[in-house]
């Protein structure tokens, strides 16, 4: 039977007017148009291991397969519990205040909706990920946003302090910080907690690339200060950790009285998260040198890219963490950021990404960013291309 359109779907009100098709799809579809080398989209062109897919594919056919507890398998809660202990002395009962996500974006959506009301605001640090302020207007919050300094993107809490008014919900932040690569320090978490010391603001943490931190710098996460912890959701994510984004499987550790608020949104939201890559996980952790091997095993992938791209007309800004690196190409071009990364894809074989898209206006700043996270082979490929600039 032939399906006609003859009919109007009725009117709606969009509830995401800003909305369009992401920047990160639009120059993935542009790069694979015109055979670009992709480092544009943020996620690894390797495999993880093959133990921990062994182990998932063990998990279904032991018959795991059916649905996990709500807040996530015990075994992989207990799991994440003794990693945080480890790495930063916060002991979480994986009982009440760890719950497994689908995924850092849903674990993001779900706090915010769980906690922040109609009429609130909410400080972002700008630039930032491009999922935060959806979020926001979903929960008929305001989005304010503070804009990081311009010259070591780094935060400037003066100016988080002047944003802070009767009606702050929660500030969310972001370390390390993607786009940038910058990585927050104990002064900044010190400053923070005695910032919000007081008030009810709450804390939107996303730590999702907690473990790639480089040149001997320690992540400083907001679990490390008990004061902070008190007020903050920590967020993190399996599939950056493990090179396997596409199982979408993070965590959230809260206090009970935010976690109890966070389940009452996530069992509605998604209910529970695929149970054989749980069961896999969990037995995955045993094993930390995974993790604490990280820093090493992309900080190599940035060194080897920056040195690549030294003798060129890019100016690279500084990279303490995550794996992308951003540079400034204005001795190369006076286009927009925008432009200049469609020029790069179309012309040069080169995607990236242009820095406006984690800001809510257009930037001057002309800065793009390029993810590392790829096979030598795709790196050389790149720069062999990029170093004709």
């Not at 927050?184 to 005695?194: G, I, K, S, T």
């Not at 001057?364 to 004709?388: N, P, S, V």
Request: with cysteine; net charge negative.
């Amino acid at each position: 039977m032939t399906i006609t359109r003859d009919f109007a779907a009725p009117p709606v009100t969009t509830r995401l007017p800003k909305v369009g098709t992401t920047i990160f799809t639009v120059m993935s579809a542009l790069a694979q148009q015109h055979g670009a080398v992709n480092l544009g989209q943020g996620f690894p062109d390797f495999q993880g291991d093959p133990a921990l897919v062994d182990a998932v594919a063990a998990a279904m056919r032991a018959g795991h397969n059916q649905y996990p507890p709500m807040p996530g398998l015990m075994s992989l809660r207990e799991a994440v519990a003794g990693k945080i202990e480890s790495l930063h002395g916060a002991s979480y009962d994986p009982d009440r205040e760890i719950t497994i996500t689908a995924g850092a974006t849903q674990a993001i959506l779900t706090a915010v909706l769980a906690l922040v009301h109609p009429g609130d605001e909410v400080i972002v640090l700008e630039p930032c990920y491009d999922s935060y302020e959806p979020a926001l207007t979903l929960a008929g919050a305001t989005t304010v946003r503070v804009p990081l300094d311009p010259k070591t993107l780094h935060v400037d809490m003066a100016r988080v302090a002047a944003a802070l008014t009767p009606r702050t919900r929660a500030i969310m932040v972001n370390t390390p910080h993607n786009p940038s690569g910058t990585v927050w320090n104990a002064d900044e978490r010190r400053q923070l907690r005695d910032l919000l010391r007081g008030t009810n603001v709450l804390v939107i943490s996303d730590e999702v690339y907690e473990h790639m931190v480089f040149d001997g710098q320690p992540h400083i996460s907001v679990c490390g200060d008990p004061e902070l912890a008190a007020r903050s959701l920590l967020i993190s994510s399996f599939g950056k950790t493990f090179h396997v984004t596409g199982w979408k499987v993070g965590y959230v550790a809260a206090p009970p009285e935010l976690m109890a608020e966070f389940r009452k949104v996530h069992q509605f939201n998604v209910f529970t998260v695929n149970t054989p890559m749980q069961q896999g996980l969990a037995q995955y952790l045993a094993n930390p040198a995974p993790y604490l091997d990280l820093p090493d095993f992309y900080q190599a992938k940035r060194d080897l890219f920056r040195a690549g791209l030294a003798p060129t007309k890019f100016r690279l800004l500084p990279c303490e963490g995550t794996y992308f690196q951003c540079v400034d190409y204005s001795r190369i071009s006076e286009l927009e950021d925008d432009a200049f990364c469609r020029w790069l894809t179309e012309e040069i074989g080169v995607a990236a990404i242009p820095l406006s898209a984690f800001h809510e206006q257009p930037t001057d700043q002309r800065i793009i960013r390029f993810c590392f996270a790829k096979q030598e082979a795709t790196l050389q490929a790149a720069l062999a291309r990029l170093q004709g600039l």
